[in-house]
T-cell receptor, first 112, second 111 residues
Framework: KAGVTQTPRYLIKTRGQQVTLSCSPI?????VSWYQQTPGQGLQFLFE???????NKGNFPGRFSGRQFSNSRSEMNVSTLELGDSALYLC???????????FGPGTRLTVT | QKEVEQNSGPLSVPEGAIASLNCTYS??????FFWYRQYSGKSPELIMF????GDKEDGRFTAQLNKASQYVSLLIRDSQPSDSATYLC???????????FGTGTSLTVIP
């Protein structure tokens, strides 16, 4: 089975811009979760989608949003980028929510 | 208090020794506990998870839960240099609607 894929792998944006990241889960997995990883805060849960519905949400501002399509692919959007949004954004897919999550390689976002 | 806390280390052990990693959690109602390994520059990979009803052994890895003290430990027996990585503990909330990671413990196994 192909693993979780994320595009793009690297991204440089300017403050105030918006960005969209994409995640394709493992075939058959209907749950996709998104995480932000920074050296200071570690891995932080953003949200989880299951069958096109946001099922769970972490403690991030409304600038962070996402969606899931009928083929389980998911996108995450960050609007009005801030310097502090620079991070590695990871998505993880699972057949059962938080159990047995498989992570993608991540998208490294740099905001200048 | 953070939801999940780990000693950041670094923890160094000689090859062949037992490495012991600990994690404390704040939600007394948490029912499941996860250990991930993350190599430098790579994404996390799940090593094992346990439920609140018991410990678990998988090869050289053993996960143990102390519910009274609210901590989870991961023991790595016969540590190998390839075990050198950051180990992340993760715990979903009791309601299962959020998933908290610790900041990780860096382990170095010295040949």
């Amino acid at each position: 089975k192909a693993g979780v894929t994320q595009t793009p792998r690297y991204l440089i944006k300017t403050r105030g811009q918006q960005v969209t990241l994409s995640c394709s889960p493992i075939s058959g997995h209907r749950s996709v979760s998104w995480y932000q990883q920074t050296p200071g805060q570690g891995l932080q849960f953003l949200f989880e989608y299951f069958s096109e519905t946001q099922r769970n949400k972490g403690n991030f501002p409304g600038r962070f949003s996402g969606r899931q399509f009928s083929n389980s692919r998911s996108e995450m959007n960050v609007s009005t980028l801030e310097l502090g949004d620079s991070a590695l954004y990871l998505c993880a897919s699972s057949s059962q929510g938080f159990l047995e999550q498989y992570f993608g390689p991540g998208t490294r976002l740099t905001v200048t | 208090q953070k939801e999940v806390e780990q000693n950041s280390g670094p923890l160094s052990v000689p090859e062949g020794a037992i490495a012991s990693l600990n994690c404390t959690y704040s939600d007394r109602g948490s029912q499941s506990f996860f250990w991930y390994r993350q190599y430098s520059g790579k994404s996390p990979e799940l090593i094992m998870f346990i439920y609140s009803n018991g410990d678990k052994e998988d090869g050289r890895f053993t996960a143990q839960l102390n519910k009274a003290s609210q901590y989870v430990s991961l023991l790595i027996r016969d540590s190998q240099p390839s075990d050198s990585a950051t180990y992340l503990c993760a715990v979903p909330t009791n309601t299962g609607n959020q998933f908290y990671f610790g900041t990780g413990t860096s382990l170095t196994v010295i040949p």
